[in-house]
């Protein structure tokens, strides 16, 4: 069954600082790969996706991701943080074209001023 | 262009009493609609998704029920609620290969 790991429960940065949220996943065949962003009390926004080709994928906000197939990963990035990055970030897997998600357990991002 | 909308957004129920939450989509057609829970500070849980009008799969046994009556409408409920369904409950629809989120309802059983 396919899993997807976000081994940091929570992380704080300072603005202005780099960012990488780090994202595992386990799955058989060639995956589709998500992150989404969700402010406190709001739905989930989509950041960027990867389907296939380049393995760098830019988003929404100055976010990149890049697939890694030999470690399993798709970690987001981002060079410079802003205060208002401060959310919930989820990385997913879609299996079925996209029919099936499964979601990782999220990283709390903190932003210090 | 595609939009999503829950109602209500905030809801505050007591135990035992009906639920009834609602999920339109516009600007799209059949498209599989999706109902997931979030528990405070936890992640996303799939309840049920749905594939057409009047086809419903249910991925976790519980009290709650899905419904989609119409096209582009789908509806949770509950005859009686529980402590234990208090949470933020989203609702999503498949555009392509991805998932688009509504803004989502916060539920509180007391």
């Known amino acids: 069954a396919q899993s997807v790991t976000q081994p940091d429960i929570h992380i704080t940065v300072s603005e202005g600082a780099s960012l990488e949220l780090r994202c595992n996943y386990s799955y058989g065949a060639t995956p589709y790969l998500f992150w989404y962003v969700q402010s406190p009390g709001q739905g989930l926004q989509l950041l960027l996706k990867?389907?296939?080709?380049?393995?760098l994928v830019q988003g929404i906000k100055g976010f990149e991701a890049e697939f890694k197939r030999s470690q399993s990963s798709f970690n987001l990035r981002k060079p410079s943080v802003h205060w208002s990055d401060a959310a919930e970030y989820f990385c997913a897997v879609a299996r079925n074209y996209g029919q099936n998600f499964v979601f990782g357990p999220g990283t709390r991002l903190s932003v210090l001023p | 262009s595609q939009t999503i909308h829950q109602w209500p957004a905030t809801l505050v129920q007591p135990v035992g009493s009906p639920l009834s939450l609602e999920c339109t989509v516009e600007g799209t057609s059949n498209p599989n609609l999706y109902w997931y829970r979030q528990a405070a500070g936890r992640g996303l849980q799939l309840l049920f998704y749905?594939?057409?009008?009047?086809?419903i799969s249910s991925e976790v046994p519980q009290n709650l029920s899905a419904s989609r009556p119409q096209d582009r409408q789908f509806i949770l409920s509950s005859k009686k609620l529980l402590l234990s369904d208090s949470g933020f409950y989203l609702c999503?629809?498949?555009?392509?290969?991805?998932?688009?989120f509504g803004p989502g309802t916060r539920l509180l059983v007391l």
């Open positions: 990867y389907f296939s080709g380049d393995t």
């Open positions: 749905s594939v057409g009008i009047g086809q």
């Open positions: 999503a629809w498949l555009g392509g290969e991805t998932q688009y």
